[in-house]
């Protein structure tokens, strides 16, 4: 574990739990790229932040917890938005990519990029009181059956189709569901162990107190992972509108 290796894109509701149990667990590198700062609103969600640390730079006062919690974690801290340019230079420093975003411009990004730079990724999505957990691993030598985020959503939607989290709202405590099963799945993955949840999607509702997994392939039409590819690289991101990192 003190070898392994993790970026968290976002240190917003999903980011804060699981930086929060990986370190804990004893994961030696945590990356963690936000732009943003703290605000009092996010505070009934983003626990890795406290009242203190309203205006500080989301991923100093992250790094700032995870020390307290376990002071042998070497946080990186990438005060920036991910972008199309050093995407893949920052994925390729790392053993596995955990999202934590709240857009489609940024998600999409970071499947394409991961699979790319050839790294698994594990996905959480959340909005209003339903969640979802994916692992990706389908870049060439990895799991040849298994689906890409791409496989299972072709392109972002219309901007203003689907609001995000920040637009629609979401139960606070939803974020440390959904990010505690990410951090579940991040250290099987890492270890070895357990059956993976590559190939299938858990969907979470949590007013209904249920949980799906849902059985997704690998889609043969598939423009990043399919059998006849129209993106080729990165490019096709090069028009969008820099994202946005944290839920």
């Known amino acids: 574990m003190l070898g392994s290796k993790v970026l968290v894109v976002g240190a917003g509701g999903l980011g804060a739990p699981l930086l929060m149990y990986l370190a804990a667990a004893g994961v030696g590198t945590l990356g963690v790229i936000d732009d943003d700062v703290v605000d009092l609103s996010n505070l009934q969600r983003q626990i890795v932040h406290a009242t203190p640390d309203v205006g500080k730079a989301k991923v100093d006062s992250a790094a700032e917890t995870i020390a307290r919690l376990n002071p042998g974690v070497r946080v990186v801290r990438h005060k920036t938005r991910l972008s199309v340019a ?23 990004l970071i499947n394409d ?13 959340i909005l209003r009181f339903d969640g979802q957990v994916a692992v990706f691993r389908n870049y060439p030598g990895g799991d040849a059956d298994g689906p890409c985020y791409r496989c299972l959503f072709r392109a972002p939607p219309p901007p203003g189709q689907i609001p995000s989290c920040a637009e629609a709202g979401v139960l606070g405590a939803l974020c440390g569901t959904v990010g505690s ?15 993976s949840l590559s190939g299938g999607m858990l969907v979470y509702d949590a007013l209904a107190t249920q949980f799906r997994r849902i059985r997704v ?23 969008v509108a820099p994202p946005v990192c944290s839920a």
Do not use: M
């Open 181 to 195: 099963i990410q951090a579940t799945e991040i250290l099987k993955e890492l270890l070895g162990i357990g059956t």
């Open 217 to 239: 392939k690998r889609d043969p039409g598939c423009p990043l992972c399919g059998d006849a590819p129209t993106i080729l690289d990165l490019s096709v991101h090069e028009n």
């Open 86 to 108: 050093g995407a893949l230079e920052l994925f390729s420093g790392y053993d596995l990519i955990a999202d934590g975003s709240d857009n489609f411009p940024t998600r999409f």
């Open 113 to 125: 990029a991961a699979w790319f730079a050839r790294k698994p990724l594990v996905s959480g999505a």
